[in-house]
Antibody, heavy 117, light 107 residues
Framework: EVQLVESGGGLVQPGRSMKLSCAAS????????MAWVCQAPKKGLEWVAT????????YYRDSVKGRFTISRDNAKSTLYLQMDSLRSEDTATYYC??????????WGQGTLVTVSS | DIQMTQTPSSMPASLGERVTISCRAS??????LNWYQQKPDGTIKPLIY???NLQSGVPSRFSGSGSGTDYSLTISSLEPEDFAMYYC?????????FGSGTKLEIK
């Protein structure tokens, strides 16, 4: 059974950093691209970033370029999202998802990040 | 960016009813369109990929169709577990974008 379990969310002050993790199991992690998708409170879903199966390529939405870094450790079957210079508008639940050809076939349960002073 | 417009934003419906949710892209997306269901606890379940292909394990009462800029998700006979939020998502071009969602509510 595919499982994606996010962790690392919480309350953080504007301008500070936070690193999210997503532990994957139930599939061969290093065969798949992975992604982060976020959802602000009471809002819709928004793609954040994608990383290729081997980590060689990364893609970001414009609003997080230069602030967020997606990475992975295939030996640990873990996906990461390093979030720097956080803003109030980054407040959201962040979902980890297995990304196959534009399709998010599996999702985690999400971890809430609240950016507030 | 490609804008995805879902209608209606909310839809009251009854058990056993047939419902259709629409999704319109701001430009043609060549059938690169997926559908997802989100429950109130936040759990997200993929339903349909590439316009009309049912994800494994998804009941056959769900179906998708469309072309060009206009797509739809149909549930042929509503079951209690179908009352949830539904989102469309395009992957024709980056950034990948989602519709604003349709809340299917019990009438």
């Amino acid at each position: 059974e595919v499982q994606l379990v996010e962790s690392g969310g919480g309350l953080v002050q504007p301008g500070r950093s936070m690193k999210l993790s997503c532990a994957a199991s139930g599939f061969t992690f290093n065969n798949y691209d992975m992604a982060w998708v976020c959802q602000a409170p009471k809002k819709g879903l928004e793609w954040v970033a994608t990383i290729s199966y081997d980590g060689s390529s990364t893609y970001y939405r414009d609003s997080v370029k230069g602030r967020f870094t997606i990475s992975r450790d295939n030996a640990k079957s873990t996906l990461y999202l390093q979030m720097d210079s956080l803003r109030s508008e980054d407040t959201a639940t962040y979902y980890c998802a297995r990304h196959s050809g534009g399709y998010f076939a599996y999702w985690g349960q999400g971890t809430l990040v609240t950016v507030s002073s | 960016d490609i804008q995805m417009t879902q209608t209606p934003s909310s839809m009251p419906a009854s058990l056993g009813e047939r419902v259709t949710i629409s999704c319109r892209a701001s430009q043609g997306i060549s059938n690169y369109l997926n559908w997802y269901q989100q429950k109130p606890d936040g759990t997200i379940k993929p339903l349909i990929y590439y316009t009309s292909n049912l994800q494994s394990g998804v009941p056959s009462r769900f179906s998708g169709s469309g072309s060009g800029t206009d797509y739809s998700l149909t549930i042929s006979s509503l079951e209690p577990e179908d009352f949830a939020m539904y989102y469309c998502q395009q992957y024709d071009s980056s950034p990948l974008t989602f519709g604003s969602g349709t809340k299917l509510e019990i009438k």
